[in-house]
């Protein structure tokens, strides 16, 4: 993995960072990140879900492909290219993907376990 960290570098090449095969259809590239805020594409072949969970992060996701119906706490909506939901810490959410697309997920502060 290539993950780069924020405070070193400030211009970051798409084309320089691998994609983490997740499996399930799922494959994610951290983008960059320092102690406070990171971002992270997140990409979905059709039908590929992103598990119910939650974290103490706030997270932001974009919709920057594709068709997902998302669930946060108890309500689902389906959000399309150009839509965003927002996951305040704690909040049960998670995504499945009806049309294959790409997440950006920026979260505050950076995802520890995603660097392990």
Known sequence: MN?????N???ISDSDIDWEDLGAGVKRKIMAYD????????A???????TIHNHPHLQMSYVAKGSFEVT???DKKVLNE?????APSNVFHGVLCLEAGLLVD???PHREDFLK
């Open 9 to 11: 570098q400030a211009l």
């Open 44 to 50: 979905f072949e059709k039908d590929a879900i992103g």
């Open 82 to 86: 150009g839509d965003v939901f927002f």
């Open 106 to 108: 920026v979260f505050n």
């Open 3 to 7: 993950f780069k960290d924020l405070s």
């Open 35 to 42: 102690d406070n805020l990171m971002l992270v594409k997140v």
């Open 72 to 74: 946060m706490g108890d």
